[in-house]
């Protein structure tokens, strides 16, 4: 048979399994955006919990409605110069076939449409956690479209669609290392660069509202990227996927007990909110290097990330920049460090074969993988910087201080996360007496405590 030519036969066919494999991993990855709004939800104050909730879900809504009218195209459509992608049939998700197939996959155009989307989705979710307390609903709702459009669809490009230059660089991100983490995390640089502190940032104690709403999250969040992983092989037909799976689990167990015990010799103390930072700066970091390393290999990655990220959230108090919840330290940290170990650790019997530092192959792959992480990182650092500059100067990017001040929740939703209107029983007669002394000074005391910042 002449070379090129390949028989009806010999062609992939639809699997079922596969599709219905890469449905559930899907559905997994959008259970991670809610998760991560809780995550960060349990994380700010209790003034600013809805506000925090809806930064995450309104990318489910501004997303999934770019992504279907032109992110999919940019992202994955027919290479332009390996900078973005473009395809008619792909604008609308009109012109694909029912059981049209993913090239060289065995699952339909639409299911890996779908899974992209979730990925879409999640990555601008991840920098609104920088940018708690202060920001208007409506600008960050515009950066979100914007930063979509010219960041994130672009760089998914590069990364994994064909063409795309760190692709074809042999740049091994495996489900996100630089398109979602580097790239969220660079943004929310640029982002707190230009709009600046909270109020009193290092002077007042921001602690978490809700630790167990922080654990739920992480919970989340750990149980949906086994889908985000593992499913970006798109499919099970040579383990490749059920490497990634456990060396998704493996690091992040080993990234959690790294943080905790750092935790635990610089402070004295075992935290739950270090063991959910410690387990997400795992996922991050094994994000793009699992597919590529042993399962050794994968508790290195994780203990190494675990006490990277753990040193790093402490950077923004010594420079000064306003990182709220930890995108910076836990996502930008995290991916380049998954995303550089992989010149190290890569085996060259997982998706390739590459081989890291520590495996005979030189310093090759570890050149390839620093020319990905510093192009996404400076492209995402400038244009998120570019566009928070544009919102700001036009519609204003911040609320007031006094909004700030008073709670963002109130102010930006017109809600607030918990009624305590009946917490005192209502049962109990109400009583028009003019208050005694005692009463007097408890009443108060009660109207002083609520003017106190929750």
Not at 44 to 73: A, D, Q
Not at 101 to 128: E, H, K, N, R
Not at 357 to 368: R, T
């Amino acid at each position: 048979m002449p070379p090129g030519i390949t028989l009806a036969a010999d062609a992939p066919q639809l699997s079922a399994a596969n599709t219905g494999f890469m449905l559930i991993c899907s559905a997994l990855v959008m259970l991670m955006t809610p998760g991560l709004a809780f995550f960060y939800g349990g994380m700010v104050r209790v003034k600013s919990t809805l506000n925090m909730l809806m930064m995450s879900f309104i990318s489910l809504g501004i997303v999934t409605v770019l992504w279907v009218l032109y992110g999919f195209s940019v992202a994955f459509g027919t290479d332009h110069g390996s900078l973005f992608g473009w395809n008619g049939d792909y604008v609308g998700l009109g012109g694909i076939g029912l059981n049209e197939l993913w090239d060289g996959y065995t699952i339909p155009v639409y299911v890996f449409a779908v899974f992209q989307l979730m990925f879409a989705v999640i990555t601008p979710a991840l920098i609104s956690g920088a940018l708690a307390d202060r920001v208007k609903f409506t600008a960050w709702a515009l950066f979100v479209a914007l930063w979509a459009t010219i960041v994130y669809f672009p760089v998914a490009h590069w990364v994994w669609g064909t063409g795309g230059w760190a692709f074809e660089m042999g740049v091994i991100d495996f489900a996100g290392g630089t398109a979602v983490h580097i790239n969220a995390g660079a943004a929310a640089l640029g982002v707190i660069l230009v709009i600046g502190k909270r109020v009193g940032f290092k002077k007042d104690p921001m602690r978490p509202h809700s630790l167990p709403l922080v654990m739920l999250g992480a919970g989340l969040l750990w149980f949906g990227w086994f889908g985000f992983n593992a499913g970006s092989w798109l499919g099970n037909d040579d383990g490749v996927g059920a490497l990634m799976f456990i060396n998704t689990q493996i690091a992040t167990a080993a990234a959690m007990l790294a943080w905790l015990a750092y935790e635990k010799i610089r402070h004295g103390a075992f935290t739950t909110l270090g063991a959910a930072s410690g387990a997400v700066a795992g996922l991050v970091a094994i994000t793009p290097s699992g597919g590529s390393c042993s399962p050794l290999g994968a508790i290195a990655i994780g203990a190494i990330a675990g006490l990277l990220c753990a040193l790093a959230v402490g950077l923004k108090f010594k420079f000064g920049y306003d990182d709220s919840l930890d995108v910076v330290g836990v996502h930008l940290v995290g991916g380049i460090a998954g995303s550089l170990l992989v010149g190290l650790f890569a085996t060259g019997g997982g998706q390739s074969e590459a081989q890291g530092l520590f495996y005979g192959g030189g310093l090759e792959q570890l050149g390839k993988q620093a020319a990905g992480v510093g192009a996404v990182l400076g492209y995402s650092l400038v244009a998120s910087a570019v566009l928070a500059f544009l919102i700001d100067k036009t519609i204003g990017m911040r609320v007031d201080e006094d909004e700030e001040v008073g709670g963002i929740d109130q102010v930006q939703h017109a809600e607030t996360a918990y009624d305590f209107s009946g917490a005192g029983g209502g049962s109990a007669p109400r009583t028009t007496a003019v208050p005694g002394p005692v009463q007097g000074a408890a009443q108060s005391a009660a109207q002083k405590n609520k003017k106190v910042d929750a």
